[in-house]
């Protein structure tokens, strides 16, 4: 079955840097669009990133335009989240999502999930 893998969250402090990753296996991982969700307590989950099969198309959500980047490496099956100039307001559980549908923002847009990581940042 579809599993998608995420590592590299934790405690950083405001203006650092993190580097998430999201490790697929049981799909043909070059074929799928990746996204980055992210969800914080009491909030909907909110997008972050995309980039189709490729790499030569992505699309930031307004908030993380700019500080994030999002990227894949299909000969590891693994897409990539660098987050830069970290806020408070960054902090939320990460989730990595596969659809093989390029273009989609929304969470019911992605068919494929993963189990999430914790970011926090400190002020």
């Known amino acids: 079955q579809v599993q998608l893998v995420e590592s590299g969250g934790g405690l950083v402090q405001a203006g650092g840097s993190l580097r998430l990753s999201c490790a697929g296996s049981g799909l043909t991982f070059s074929n799928y669009a990746m996204g980055w969700f992210r969800q914080a307590p009491g909030k909907d989950r909110e997008f972050v990133a995309t980039m189709n099969w490729s790499g030569r198309s992505t699309d930031y959500g307004d908030s993380v335009k700019g500080r994030f980047s999002i990227s894949r490496d299909n000969d590891k099956k693994t897409a990539f989240l660098q987050m830069n100039s970290l806020t408070p307001e960054d902090t939320a559980v990460y989730y990595c999502?596969?659809?093989?549908?390029?273009?989609?923002?929304?969470?019911?847009?992605?068919?494929?999930w993963g189990q999430g990581t914790q970011v926090t940042v400190s002020s």
């Open positions: 999502a596969a659809n093989y549908l390029y273009g989609g923002r929304r969470w019911t847009d992605f068919g494929f």
